[in-house]
C-alpha cells in the first residue's frame, strides 16, 4: 500500500492511523484510514491542521463544545476575538481576548496597549509585539498620546512600562481600574465579537478531510489515482491550481434546513459528482450558515458518486445519511 499523499510505499516503520477528520474535532477512533505515512500524518498535524483546531471559528466553536484535549493554546491570528466597543466596557471596550485551551468556554485577556489615534479609534498592541518594528513606528508615532496598559499584575506592568521606554516612550501610569460590571450579562457571561480569517492553511485542512473521506469510502487504490493530483499537491505544499479548490457557500448542506433550523448538531461530509467533476461538501459545525466545497478531482466517464455521513455531536456517533439526495438524516435531532 501506498500513502494517499507522498505515495511513497507504506510499511511496518511508518504506517499509521489517520483520522477522517481531526482528533480534536472528535473523530473516534473508529474512524480512521491506514493508508497515510506516518511522516505525512504528522506533519500536517503540525503545519495546518493546528491550526485549524485553535485559530479558526471551528476551533473556536469545537473548544466551546467539546474542549481541548490538548489544552495547548497557539498564537491567534486568523481568529480575532474582542470585547465589543460599546461604552458599557468602559476603558475596556474592543480590547483583545483569546481562547482558554486549559478550560472549556474560557476567555483570557492579554498583556496589551492601548491607544487612540487622531480620529479617537483604539488601537490596540500585544506586549509580546512591541519589539516588531512596524508596532515601534505605530507606538512612536502617536507618542503624545494617552496609553493604556491591560496586564494581570504589577509584574506584568513594570514589564510593559520597560518595553516601551525601550521603543522610546516614557509615561508614569495612572490608577486604573477593573472591568465595568455594566459589562457582565444577566446570566454573568462576557459577550464578545468573533470575526474569522480564512485563508489557504485552514482551506488546505478542509480540502485534507474531504480527500480522507473521499479514500474513506473509495478506498486508497482510488485515491491515489491521478485525477488528484492537483488537491493532493494543494494539501501537501499549498501549491494552487489554475481553479479555485475550496470554496465557501452560504447555507447548509442538508436541505431544508435554514438558519434558524437544523437536524442536528455535528459535522457532515459528502462526496457526490456534479457532471464529470468530484466534489466534497465538509461542515464542521452544522449549526454555522456556510460550509466548504472542494473540487476534488476529473471524472474520465460520467458516472453518479454520491455518499455522505455525519459526526452527532450528542452521542459522538458517525452517521450514514439515508437519503439518495442527501436531503435528509433518519429523523431531527435537534431543532434550534
Known sequence: MNCIYCKNPITEKNSSEEHVFPKSFGCPDSWTIDCVCTECNTGFGRSIERFLAGDSLEGFWRLQKIG??????????????????????????????????????????????????????????????????????ELNRYKDKVFRIFTHNKTEEQKAIEKMRQVGIVFKPQKGGMLPSSAVEEDDTLKVSVEGIIDDVLYRSIAKISFNYLAKIKGAEYALDSRFDAVREYIKTGDKPNFKMVEIKE???????????????????????????????????????????????????WHDLKSGHAYRLKDHKIIELFSPTMISVPKPYFIR
Open 251 to 301: 447555507g447548509h448542506i442538508l436541505a431544508e434546513e435554514t438558519d434558524n433550523k437544523y437536524f442536528f448538531e455535528g459535522h457532515i461530509f459528502t462526496i457526490q459528482t456534479k457532471g464529470k467533476r468530484i466534489i466534497g461538501k465538509v461542515s464542521l459545525s452544522n449549526t454555522f450558515a456556510f460550509y466548504y466545497v472542494v473540487k476534488l478531482g476529473e471524472l474520465e466517464v
Open 68 to 137: 481541548s484535549r490538548s489544552r495547548k493554546s497557539i498564537r491567534q491570528t486568523r481568529l480575532k476575538i474582542n470585547i465589543p466597543n460599546e461604552d458599557k466596557y468602559g476603558n475596556f471596550k474592543g480590547a483583545v481576548v483569546y481562547c482558554d485551551f486549559s478550560k472549556k468556554d474560557s476567555l483570557i485577556l492579554p498583556s496589551q496597549i492601548v491607544l487612540e489615534d487622531d480620529e479617537g479609534n483604539k488601537k490596540y498592541f500585544l506586549l509580546d509585539d512591541i519589539e516588531k518594528e512596524e508596532v515601534k513606528n
